[in-house]
């Protein structure tokens, strides 16, 4: 069963459930698959739900392919209400006694974060400051705030208005925190706000269709029916460009020798793309290439033969 399992390389997409973290998630999905090494390419917070992609065995190699991909959300703004961590799970700091926006101003408002814009991490996160995540420091009472970094808000909906609370979607680049948006929108609008819920409904291509819940894998880790529905490494790569390898560069791959622009046709990256997959004659991941332009050469991004 062992042997079986740690066969299984290839990507999962998981609707994650509320209240677990996604490090929490990795480590059911690891059980549930008896696998050797699973991972996950981009974290969402314990409150929230929706895509989680998940990489089993050698697939978690390719995490860092995801991890700068932009993200969809569907989230609900309250208006009126402060939070330390600036969503439901924090405390609450300052209370607005009435929240009378008008609608136009509420739109023109939200609308103006649409762009590219600097935007402060916020301190309860698990980015780290000398090895320490921030939420850690933050609940120790030492909050430590990083510098700001650019973001980018391709779109921003409004789906419903039923004051103090505000659901809209968004489409943002890696990086961005939708909490911190709220708070930023509560700020301008002088009532302050938090951010109440959160799904992820599209991470790197994949959707909540795309999605199974942990209860629905488990019963496939039950009925041994896994593999159908693990999207292989090379199909989940679907915008990389691939090459189809002979037996002369199979070998070569397979030694680690260097790669030349006679075994892979530099007109492969005439789009401007440095990256190529090269994969066997059953659409097997063999390795991922990068091809440097000005000097006309691969390097290995990852191998798997």
Known sequence: MQEKNASLNGILVIDKPPGLSSARVVSIVKRLLQAQKVGHAGTLDPFATGVLIVCVNQATRLARFWLNSAKTYQAELCLGIETDTQDSTGTVISKCVAVDVPEDTLRTVMKSFVGTMNQAPPVYSALKHQGI?????????????????????????????????????????????????????????????????????????????????????????????????????????????????????????????????????????????????????????????????????????????
């Open 133 to 305: 995540p921030l939420y850690r420091l933050a609940r120790k009472g030492v909050p430590f705030q990083k510098p700001a970094r650019q973001i980018h808000i391709q779109r921003l909906e409004i789906l419903e208005i039923a004051l103090p609370l505000v659901r809209f979607e968004v489409s943002c680049s890696a990086g961005t925190y939708v909490r911190t948006l709220c708070a930023d929108i509560g700020k301008i609008l002088g009532c302050g706000g938090h951010l109440k819920n959160l799904r992820r409904t599209v991470s790197s291509g994949y959707a909540t269709t795309d999605a199974i819940s942990l209860s629905e894998l488990e019963e496939l880790a039950r009925s041994g029916d896994i593999a159908r529905h693990l999207i292989g490494m090379a199909e989940a790569l679907p915008d990389m460009v691939s090459f189809q390898a002979d037996k002369a560069l199979t070998d070569k791959l397979k030694y680690g020798m260097m790669i030349t622009a006679a075994d892979v046709p530099p007109s492969y990256f005439l789009s401007g793309e440095n990256l190529v997959k090269i994969i066997d004659g059953n659409n097997h991941l063999l390795s991922i290439l990068s091809y440097n332009l000005v000097q006309h050469g691969f390097t290995y991004c990852c191998s798997f033969v």
